[in-house]
């Protein structure tokens, strides 16, 4: 199975201050048939089910807000929060979805500071 | 607008089997694949299957193998998962959803989430 492994665990961040995630793959999740690589990210909010923000590595869902965006590529990849917003709190997951089973990260935990 | 709606909480001692509904509503049940995933307390997310509502078809997690059942009513747009042999460590909440895109097991809409604890 690909091992994902997300960094920090946790993160405070100030109000409109920019949030840094990381998310290593043990092995590359790029499918090199369409240059995609097989990486979502998802914000999951206490008492809720995870939501989808960002796919194919850096592609943001509809109606997600432009401060989220997404990078990386091949094992690296990044979730960033260009100005973060007081409902922004909650839980991140990376996972990959180019080899079954698919794999998530253990989350990272981003609080205001 | 995709809805799954789950069922309710449930105890069990260990050693028995549960079942956990989904019920799907606002897309066609029968073209959307469907997964189960589990969130032990505090923990991360672990895919446990995946089921197609038109045929039935399941494959599961290697861990799980043995234990899980994956079933389908397409009559109510129902699918079911029933896990047996139930130990502590299965205490989890446990997540139907809908792959996004056919083929890619990313998800785009989930169930509420059903608690099941284990526990003499």
């Known amino acids: 199975d690909i091992v994902m492994n997300q960094s920090p665990d946790s993160l405070a961040v100030s109000l409109g201050e920019r949030a840094t995630i990381n998310c290593k793959s043990s092995?590359?999740?790029?499918?090199?048939?369409?240059?995609?690589?097989?990486l979502v990210w998802y914000q999951q909010k206490p008492g809720q089910p995870p939501k989808v923000l960002i796919h194919?590595?850096?592609t943001r869902e509809s109606g997600v807000p432009d401060r989220f965006s997404g990078g990386g590529s091949g094992t690296d990849f990044t979730l960033t929060i260009s100005s973060l917003q007081a409902e922004d709190v909650a839980v991140y997951y990376c996972?990959?979805?180019?080899?079954?089973?698919?794999?998530f990260g253990q989350g990272t935990k981003v609080e205001i500071k | 607008q995709v809805q799954l709606v789950q069922s309710g909480a449930e105890v069990k001692k260990p050693g028995a089997s549960v079942k956990v509904s989904c019920r799907a509503s606002g897309h066609t049940f029968s073209t959307d694949h469907l997964h189960w995933v589990r969130q032990a307390p505090g923990q991360g997310l672990e895919w446990m299957g995946i089921i197609s509502p038109k045929s039935g078809s399941t494959s599961y997690a290697h861990k799980l193998q043995g234990r899980v059942i994956l079933t389908r009513d397409p009559s109510t747009s129902t699918v079911y998962m029933e896990l047996s042999s139930l130990r502590s460590e299965d205490t989890a909440v446990y997540f139907c959803?809908?792959?996004?895109?056919?083929?890619?097991?990313?998800?785009?809409?989930w169930g509420q989430g059903t608690l099941v604890t284990v526990s003499s």
């Open positions: 959803a809908r792959e996004a895109v056919r083929g890619l097991y990313y998800f785009d809409y």
């Open positions: 194919s590595a850096s």
């Open positions: 092995q590359s999740v790029l499918n090199r048939s369409n240059n995609k690589d097989y």
């Open positions: 996972q990959q979805y180019y080899v079954t089973p698919c794999t």
